[in-house]
């Protein structure tokens, strides 16, 4: 059974900056593509990031670029978001996905984290 477990959210202000994490256990970590969405109250999941299984491809939404940073540890099984420069409107639940392809598209990811909030304050 796999299972991806999000850490890291919390509250921070404007200009400031977190690592999420993502831990997850079954074998699919060294195979799949790794992404993260992020869902703000009232509004629809949109994807953020994915990095594929080796690591050496990534892809970021156009908004995200050059302040976020998606990187993966297959040693470790863990899966990771670096988010410099917050803006409040980065506020939202930020969610770990796997899937056999890397998309910017939901729907070709399996498998979830619970999420882990991340509150940007101006």
């Known amino acids: 059974q796999v299972q991806l477990v999000e850490s890291g959210g919390g509250l921070v202000q404007a200009g400031g900056s977190l690592t999420l994490s993502c831990a997850a256990s079954?074998?699919?970590?060294?195979?799949?593509?790794m992404a993260w969405f992020r869902q703000a109250p009232g509004k629809e999941r949109e994807f953020v990031a994915y990095?594929?299984?080796?690591?050496?491809?990534?892809y970021y939404k156009d908004s995200v670029k050059g302040r976020f940073t998606i990187s993966r540890d297959n040693a470790k099984n863990t899966l990771y978001l670096q988010i410099n420069s917050l803006k409040p409107e980065d506020t939202a639940a930020y969610y770990c996905?796997?899937?056999?392809?890397?998309?910017?598209?939901?729907?070709?990811?399996?498998?979830w984290g619970q999420g882990t909030q991340v509150t940007v304050s101006s």
């Open positions: 996905a796997a899937g056999p392809l890397g998309s910017d598209s939901y729907r070709f990811y399996e498998y």
């Open positions: 990095i594929r299984w080796s690591g050496d491809s990534t």
């Open positions: 079954g074998r699919i970590f060294g195979t799949y593509t």
